[in-house]
């Protein structure tokens, strides 16, 4: 019962932290498709207030591309990007996965597609999506760093956290997310006698 009430205390901090400053922009604009901005902690699933008819039409026109052109990958990242802002996240994990389709090796993508997954609640498929955006590039960052976050918060599988977090310091060493798994997996280990535990 301490150790569950110690791996929530743990967990409510990390949730804090990245309301307060954690947010990552997961889909980088130096690609083909815009910037979109996702936070994991969002707990609404619920669509947000109707789009306006100017981003109304753009979806529609989006998808009137997409009827012509289905191997448009870009639109297909940009209509979910739409979908992400307005919390239609279904609709968004759709469109995503049709880019994935042509482009499974995208690690953003992926790893955007993870996020919305767990803001769903299907937690098994955000860490599955994670993992894949790990493996297909040994040096992305924030997939492992969602992926120890997911199996923590949502799955209080605490060996299994550790080893992702381990992994993402290989890849990010420095700064202040850095900083802040060194701290959380030092915690865990301290209180778990290291990561031969589960919860």
């Keep these: 019962m301490k150790k569950k009430n110690t791996i929530l205390a743990i967990g409510v901090a990390f949730v804090i932290g990245f309301i307060v400053g954690a947010t990552v922009v997961l889909l980088?604009?130096?690609?083909?498709?815009?910037?979109?901005?996702?936070?994991?902690?969002?707990?609404?699933?619920?669509?947000?207030?109707?789009?306006?008819?100017?981003?109304?039409?753009k979806i529609e026109d989006l998808r009137e591309t997409l009827k012509k052109d289905p191997e448009n990958f870009s639109a297909w990242v940009k209509l979910g990007n739409l979908y992400v802002e307005y919390h239609r996240y279904r609709e968004a994990i759709e469109a995503y996965s049709q880019y994935l389709s042509f482009k499974p090796d995208d690690p953003d993508v992926r790893t955007n597609m993870g996020i919305l997954l767990r803001r769903l609640g299907d937690y098994e498929g955000a860490i599955g999506e994670f993992r894949k955006a790990a493996q297909s590039d040994q040096r992305h960052s924030d997939s492992r760093y969602y992926l120890g976050f997911t199996l923590l918060h949502d799955k209080q599988d605490v060996k299994e956290a550790i080893k992702a977090w381990e992994d993402y310091l290989k890849v990010e060493p420095k700064g202040k997310r850095a900083s802040q798994v060194r701290t959380q997996i030092e915690r865990l280990k301290r209180i778990h006698g290291g990561n031969d535990a589960k919860s």
């Design 28 to 57: 980088k604009g130096s690609k083909d498709y815009d910037t979109v901005f996702v936070t994991p902690t969002d707990p609404s699933p619920i669509a947000k207030e109707s789009p306006s008819i100017e981003i109304t039409e």
